[in-house]
């Protein structure tokens, strides 16, 4: 293949000099052939170095929402440094936002700011440990709930070590995590109702919380069955344990009362990130005010420097409003659109005789590239994302399409935003056509 990005291949080999890895997100690196380095982004087009233009469908890992530089929100943020940028105290600006939260989201009585949905994790899993006097929290295979020790117990084990279908493996899958971490979670698989039942009961009166990510989307993208959200529910008000549901990627994405709203259920506290602040650092635990009374009478510890930082509030308070004002029309445009693509990866793949299967709910989606044998169908869990997906055919694929000037996440997610317009999936639809014949042929002869 030639080397379309010298510009970036340039500035990596420099970081490497002084930036540990060159890059500042471990994950970074996946991206092939080479970390890019982009000069600019508007609406879903994203630009880089070597003068190549995308259309961007990993937008901020998600948090881009709202397209790239929003003149709106770019003024709200600049408005707001005349101002000051930080003061550490209280300005009326985090009440707006907090106020907005509540009246969007069911579970959203009370909130508290933090600056990355990583930290509010944490946050959380105190909190409901000193709620409820417990140790264990309650996770499944393939959700990721931050980079901590304790938000990634059991995420991604590799198949020798993930251990049976009843008892999941409590691995992490970083070295230097305080060994004990790993003792306060149990582990359940994704999307069986009757094992997490039986987790519960073999646990019972031990566990504080269940954390999960209501649409999981780290790990392929897999709605929850019928009756599993249900079952958490039922669960966790038979054993007083709180639900702590994980909304970083799919609050505001599914419409402005997010996930929650959209699927019908409401938790006990709520993690959101991304979105809430459209790609500033802003990240805010919600909760009903009688889960978040620890925090309320200063019971727990709960603070940070930059918590409410004005900037971000400002940032925040235009993208709530954003979402507010679209109505009924969010999240159904945005789920159509994503259908659309689907439908027309669906159609490419057929024609190039390639096994992607493209899964989720559109507006989210994962293109799943199954190995070969691989059955068609669903992927439901962690364990069966590991067994079908082509993990090295998808990067070809991949490769082959930011290229072409498509721009999807590296393990095969695929965000629409709300900049994203029909035409933009047209012309992304063209560009996977060269891809997808390239990959086609390409991988054939390999
Ligand atoms: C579901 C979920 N929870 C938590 C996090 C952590 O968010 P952050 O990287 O902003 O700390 C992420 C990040 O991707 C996520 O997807």
Not at 182 to 190: D, G, M, N, T
Not at 343 to 366: E, K, M
């Amino acid at each position: 293949m030639n080397d379309r990005f010298p510009n970036s291949r340039r500035l990596f080999e420099r970081a490497q000099r002084s930036i540990a890895g060159g890059v500042n997100s471990g994950i970074r690196k996946m991206e092939q052939p080479v970390p890019l380095y982009f000069t600019h982004g508007r609406g879903c087009r994203l630009f880089d170095v070597d003068g190549h233009e995308y259309i961007d469908f990993q937008i901020g890992q998600g948090a881009i929402l709202y397209g790239h530089a929003p003149a709106g929100q770019a003024a709200a943020i600049a408005e707001q440094a005349k101002l000051g940028t930080h003061w550490a105290a209280q300005s009326e600006l985090e009440i707006e936002v907090a106020e907005r939260l509540q009246r969007m989201i069911p579970g959203a009585e009370r909130m508290r700011c933090q600056n990355s949905a990583t930290e509010v994790v944490l946050s959380a899993l105190r909190l409901a440990r000193a709620h409820t006097g417990r140790r264990l929290i309650l996770k499944f295979e393939g959700h990721y709930h931050g980079w901590a020790d304790e938000g990634l117990v059991g995420f991604a084990p590799p198949p020798d070590k993930w251990g049976t279908d009843e008892e999941p493996t409590r691995l992490h899958p970083s070295q230097g995590v305080i060994p004990e971490v790993l003792e306060q979670f149990v582990v359940a698989r994704w999307n069986d109702p009757a094992h997490l039942r039986r987790r519960v009961e073999q646990y019972r009166g031990q566990i504080a919380a269940i954390i999960f990510e209501p649409v999981l989307c780290n790990t392929g993208c897999m709605e929850p069955v019928p009756g599993m959200v249900a079952t958490i529910r039922e669960l966790c008000d038979r054993e007083g344990m709180l639900m702590i549901a994980d909304e970083t990627i799919t609050g505001f994405r599914f419409g402005a009362g997010c996930a929650q709203q959209f699927l019908g259920f409401v938790p006990d506290l709520t993690i959101l990130g991304k979105a809430i602040g459209g790609g500033v650092p802003f990240a805010a635990l919600v909760g009903k005010e009688s889960a978040m009374q620890k925090i309320t009478r200063g019971e727990i510890v709960h603070a940070g420097t930059l918590n409410g930082n004005p900037l971000c509030l400002a940032a925040a308070k235009w993208c709530l409003d954003e979402v507010t004002a679209l109505g009924d029309r969010h999240p159904a445009g945005m789920i159509a659109l994503g259908r659309r693509l689907m439908d027309g990866l669906s159609a490419l793949a057929r024609r190039h005789d390639i096994p992607l299967q493209p899964q989720g709910p559109g507006l989210v989606f994962h293109a799943a590239m199954l190995k070969p044998g691989a059955a068609a169908g669903p992927i439901r869990d962690y364990r069966d994302y590991v067994r079908r997906q082509d993990a090295p055919r998808w990067a070809h694929l991949r490769r082959c399409l930011l290229e072409e000037g498509v721009r999807a996440i590296e393990r095969g997610l695929w965000f629409i935003s709300l900049a994203h317009r029909e035409a933009d999936i047209t012309e992304a639809l063209e560009r996977c056509e060269v891809a997808f014949a390239r990959h086609a042929a390409e991988w054939k002869a390999a």
